[in-house]
């Protein structure tokens, strides 16, 4: 389990965290944090979705432009992918509970840096395996565990938990689901096929759709969104 204040992995019996010494959730004068449980459906709105985040990113396009840029020239540094895309939506989480948003909040993904870190191999190699398998199961994969930073940030979850409840969300509905994967990826290709400056745009655009689907169809933890 993560500490709410600051994200720093602390063992479940443990009253308060080693880090900043705020009381556990569960613990005695810790906060009160109920169990999520998957919802028993959900419908798959891409239109609805797509629609919020290009509003969210065109109002704020300047530091998701920058964002954007500083995740690329980062990229490249092995191991710390899963933290920048858990930045991405710390950033736009904090924008959708109408909290203070600033620049810095990116770097805050790195607070989630192990478990983040083992979501990204885990996901990056079963992925690999299902584009082995024809494509279809790679695309359906990615779809599997488009949420589980969210769930690793929001929710506090460890790597292997945040993965099943990414999955639990999605097998509701495999084909929509990969089917926003499917339209979310063309529209990158149209903005690398802008001479890669659409990239600045449809990267955050991405991230920023994926935040708003959880906020719908998951909601967010207040704990949280106070405690980033």
Known sequence: MFCHRCGTQ???????CVNCGQAVAGAPGGTSVQAWAPPPQVQVAMGRWLSAAWNLVTEDLGTYILITLISFLLSSVPLIQGSLIAGFHIYTLKKLTGR??????????????????????LIGLFTFIGFLCL?????VIIAMYKFTYLFIVDKRMDFWQAMKAS???????????????IVVFLVNVLGFLCLLVGLLVTVPLTFAAITVAYQEIVGFDPHTADAL
């Open 135 to 139: 494509i279809i199961p790679g695309l």
């Open 10 to 16: 602390v063992d479940s019996s443990a009253q308060f």
């Open 100 to 121: 203070r948003a600033e620049f810095a909040d990116m770097f805050k993904g790195f607070n989630f840096f192990i478990p983040a870190l083992v979501a990204s191999l």
């Open 167 to 181: 999955h639990a969300i999605v097998r509701n509905d495999y084909f929509g689901f990969t089917m926003f994967v």
